[in-house]
């Protein structure tokens, strides 16, 4: 079970899914963020959305690692997984993903606790989760068998692409809001 190609395919399959899912968590957290407003979907909508994304990427990211580990093909120690240095296989881009899924359980941590926090620190901590995305869609393509292969260039890409569009959207979002205030008087 250890040595067959079963984990190879979960492991390949978990971190597809997992760059899909933080994707749409990452680009939801964009958008959720100030001023967006929808006309179709309430704000209390995608904040949901973006939280059960968040802890779906989460177990799947989990499961990515474990199935890393118990796959004898190649020497990952359970350690390596959560430790950014001392890898053995691939040492700089296992310590990518090692960094990635560091920030994602912080950022789970921090907010299961968020009552407990300051909204100060609830905040830096909840936006230092944006820097797991760039590292994980470098981790995938460091240490990925599949990231020359057309599929995965086309999904990296297509997930390159949804941030980009939230976050203009976003921009744009902010530059009408601030305009909506200017109208008002608000802003000056």
């Known amino acids: 079970?250890?040595?067959?190609?079963?984990?190879?395919?979960?492991?390949?399959?978990?971190g597809a899914?997992?760059?899909?899912?933080l994707t749409a968590t990452v680009a939801l957290g964009i958008l959720t963020g100030r001023p967006i407003r929808s006309r179709w979907i309430p704000g209390f909508v995608t904040r949901q959305l973006?939280?059960?994304?968040?802890?779906?990427?989460?177990?799947?990211?989990l499961l990515h690692?474990?199935?890393?580990?118990v796959d004898t093909y190649v020497d990952i120690r359970w350690w390596q997984v959560i430790s950014p240095v001392g890898a053995t296989y691939r040492p700089f881009w296992l310590g990518l993903g090692s960094l990635a899924l560091d920030?994602?359980?912080v950022v789970a941590l921090s907010s299961a606790l968020r009552a407990r926090l300051t909204p100060r620190v609830w905040r830096a901590i909840h936006l230092s989760?944006?820097?797991?995305?760039?590292?994980?869609?470098?981790?995938?393509?460091?240490?990925?068998?599949?990231?020359k292969d057309s599929?995965?260039?086309?999904?990296?890409l297509s997930c390159a692409a949804a941030i980009v569009l939230?976050?203009?959207?976003?921009?744009?979002s902010e530059r009408r809001y601030d305009r909506e205030l200017r109208s008002v008087g608000v802003l000056s």
């Open 1 to 14: 079970m250890t040595d067959g190609p079963l984990l190879w395919f979960l492991n390949r399959g978990t």
């Open 17 to 21: 899914a997992v760059l899909v899912l």
């Open 50 to 61: 973006h939280r059960n994304i968040a802890v779906i990427a989460t177990v799947l990211v």
């Open 65 to 69: 690692a474990l199935s890393a580990v």
């Open 103 to 105: 920030i994602m359980l």
């Open 129 to 147: 989760g944006y820097l797991t995305w760039p590292v994980a869609l470098v981790h995938s393509y460091g240490t990925g068998t599949d990231s």
């Open 151 to 156: 599929w995965a260039r086309w999904l990296a």
């Open 166 to 172: 939230a976050a203009t959207a976003r921009l744009r």
